[in-house]
């Protein structure tokens, strides 16, 4: 059966992550988060202008050591789910390549979300103890990545890229995703630069190089806020995903973000919450060489910390941390959250009016 890797709703519906579902469901602390975000380091070789990250980079990293001993911890926790991200770039720590290891021989799941130059480096344990590679492309040619995903010195990697996703391709054993986040800029004194227009141009290489599936995303600004787009831009996307749909197979799939279906709505960039509880609090979390946070929407937020993995093991630090009221949704996410609708069928679960557990996990990337 295959399922949405999207539908974050129905993969609260899965057996073995029941228990502590219904214990986030009814506003108890949970044992332990079933998906940890985790960035090894601030770093990045790229420079992107857009980076929603930029005023957090290049601020700090865990030894080799720590980030092994993390690893081990959250295979302890009995975490499900691991996702290597940033922040920085993961896969520019030297130590990835081990927590890779110890958390796909311990039968975790990793994701790993990378601007995939440094692939080939990392190829043995990522083909083997990746779940899903998702790099950010986002562009279909060298001269636009050039335009928003330079490195330091100002070049395009677009083609050193590429070809790591087809080494990738070739040996993986989880999936391969390419990531096409639309943008435009305006230049200063000068004009709109977009990459838009290469959407199926990128949709047509992302199918060619090997990928399992092309996803299409809105971008955001520094709050998180979606940014709106004319309507032109978004028809002309639309048109380009439209023709490659022919692409599509069971092995091959497009994949649009909530933040596109957003735009498609004229879903304005506020989304308002009723709630003042955050309950997949109690089942995510996020782990940066910063402090631990209750979410990768508040990365690098003192008001969000709810500790230092650095300094302390991460069971003490979830078992003291309180997190039922460090955020409060109605006032301190009312940008776009992935994870809102996870929240509405949460409260649904306590109410008694939700689902029961499917018959078998699929996905534990809740």
Excluded at 101 to 111: F, H, K, P, S
Excluded at 234 to 244: G, H, W
């Amino acid at each position: 059966m295959t399922h949405d890797r999207l539908d974050l709703v129905s993969k609260l519906y899965q057996p073995t992550g029941w228990p502590r579902i219904l214990q986030a469901a009814a506003g108890e602390p949970s044992s332990a988060p079933l998906v940890v975000d985790l960035d090894p380091t601030t770093f990045c070789d790229l420079a992107c202008p857009e980076c929603i990250s930029g005023k957090l980079l290049n601020q700090g990293r865990f030894t080799p050591e720590r980030l092994a001993a993390l690893a081990e911890e959250l295979v302890a926790m009995s975490v499900r789910a691991v996702v290597l991200i940033g922040g920085g770039e993961p896969l520019a720590h030297r130590g990835t390549r081990k927590v890779l290891r110890i958390l796909g021989e311990a039968g975790l799941a990793v994701g790993v979300v990378t601007n995939g130059t440094m692939i080939r480096q990392n190829l043995a344990e990522l083909a083997r103890y990746a779940t899903w590679v998702r790099v950010s492309v986002d562009a279909g040619t060298a001269g636009t990545y050039g335009l928003f995903r330079p490195d330091r010195k100002g070049r395009s990697v677009f083609d050193k890229v590429i070809e790591n996703m087809r080494l990738l391709a070739a040996e993986k054993q989880g999936a391969l995703g390419y990531s096409f986040l639309v943008m435009s800029r305006q230049e200063p004194g000068g004009p709109t630069v977009t990459n838009h227009h290469e959407v199926l141009r990128a949709a047509e290489l992302a199918h060619d190089i090997g990928c399992d599936y092309f996803e299409t995303k809105a971008m955001f600004d520094d709050d998180h806020h979606i940014v709106q787009v004319p309507g032109e831009m978004l028809e002309s996307v639309d048109r380009q995903l439209a023709e490659a749909a022919r692409l599509e197979s069971e092995s091959f799939q497009l994949v649009n973000s909530s933040t596109l279906t957003s735009l498609r709505g004229h879903v304005g960039a506020v989304q308002p919450k009723e709630y003042d509880r955050c309950r997949v609090a109690e089942l995510r979390t996020l782990i940066t060489p910063s402090g631990v946070y209750v979410c990768s929407y508040h990365r690098g937020n003192p008001l969000a910390k709810i500790g230092d993995a650095v300094t302390d093991d991460l069971a003490t630090i979830w078992q003291d941390a309180d997190r039922r009221g460090i955020v409060d949704p109605s006032r301190d996410c009312r940008f776009h959250c992935a994870r809102h609708r996870s929240n509405l069928e949460l409260e649904r679960i306590a109410r008694g009016t939700g689902e029961l557990p499917d018959g078998q996990d699929y996905d534990p990337f809740l």
